[in-house]
């Protein structure tokens, strides 16, 4: 018992940084609290059974991630969200399918033969579609397929990433993604005509894409043994004030799939993620009952969005992901309104229920001083930067690199 109370006098007396593992430092949020890796911590906050501080989950345009690893002296994407607290990572396959073609305006090819090119704005830029191979056929011939990626180093991949005490994730916010995504490729009107009048070249499409991401998820929980902790996924329900379709298109041509997604996935022992964009209150009890368990990225574009509302109405069946507004808190508030936005959230997860971030990428115009109140008021950002970040290697070029399921 001795023993115990000087090593329980010890670690009380520690300052609020420490460092559990070569990667990491750990931030405590008060005297009593006791260190949690990343995945404990997220781990306990979706269980809702508490954490030392709120899970963090970042999320930043390339000219973002560039400004905040300038303003640190980083060399990597992976510095960066070791220094903002970001408590995810993710593993992927390795793409060993057809070449992916470029073109000579610039352009390139995705996955089901569209086309994307940058539009330059004012301090950034963007990928938008360029041509729209489905915008017009009425047959379907070869489409992407699961085995154009390389599954074999998922776990290897895993077990490095579990050695560091972060949260495991797989897929992205444009993995099965029916309306956005074929909208890419075939134009968002006929897209919403498509699902008014049941177009069998668009469900033909759409069941094509559920397919190659069920088969893609599913051979990547399978390798990983275990070892992934949530599979994400995305779905653009929501316009900035209603949702996109009714209730009875999402009965008859989203709920299916999705619960059967959603089934496989528990059948592995993982979690669902599903990114949604704009308001979709209307479907988040429904997805919870089809098996949604955290819904990303929580956009509040008006009343019925505000996280205190949906945590009250939905707060007791779903994990909420994000939340501080992209489109006016970070972008035009200031950082006292910015940390006082974090701070209602602090009062209202006590134990969990939320893993806090942005409600889409921080975009470009957002001040350095808004994204670091964030972070700073979370807890989960690393104010004195040691050698030990500056000694993580990774990918310099990763920062730039476009996912072809994600495009931001």
Known sequence: MKVFSFIHSLILSLPTHISTSPLRVIRSNSRNSYFMTSRERVINSFMKKGYDRIPVKHEGTPEINHMLM????????????CVLGDDFRYVEPVYI?????????GSFEGYWGERYKYAHFEGGKYLEPSFLPFADIHSIEQLA?????????????????????????????????FINSIARAR???????DLITDDPVYLEIMEARFKFYFEMHERALRVADGLIDFMHIGEDLGTQSAQVIDN??????????????????????????MHMCGCVKAFLSRLAELGL??????QPTNKEMD????????????????????????????????EQEVRRRLKLFP?????????????VGSPLENILALYRTAGSLMEKIDDSIFLIMGNEDKVDQVNMSKLF
């Open 307 to 338: 996280i205190a509302v949906l945590n009250n109405e939905v707060g007791e069946v779903l994990t909420f992901c994000g939340s501080i507004c992209v489109q006016s808190t970070l972008a035009f508030g200031t950082s006292s309104e910015v």
């Open 187 to 193: 134009g968002t009107e006929q897209v919403l005509i």
């Open 70 to 81: 300038d303003y640190f002296g980083l060399k990597n994407l992976d510095q960066l969200l």
């Open 145 to 177: 397929s699961a085995d154009w990626f390389d599954y074999s180093s998922i776990k290897s991949q895993c077990e490095k990433i579990t050695e560091n005490g972060y949260a495991i994730c797989f897929g992205t916010a444009g993995d099965m993604d």
């Open 351 to 363: 134990k969990g229920g939320l893993f806090l971030g942005p409600s889409h990428a921080i975009q």
């Open 248 to 273: 009875s298109i999402f009965e008859k041509h989203f709920a299916p799939k999705f619960k059967k997604y959603f089934d496989m996935v528990h059948s592995y022992g993982a979690r669902t993620m």
């Open 97 to 105: 399918g057809p070449e992916l073609r470029t073109f000579p305006d």
């Open 293 to 298: 368990d955290v819904y990303d990225v929580v």
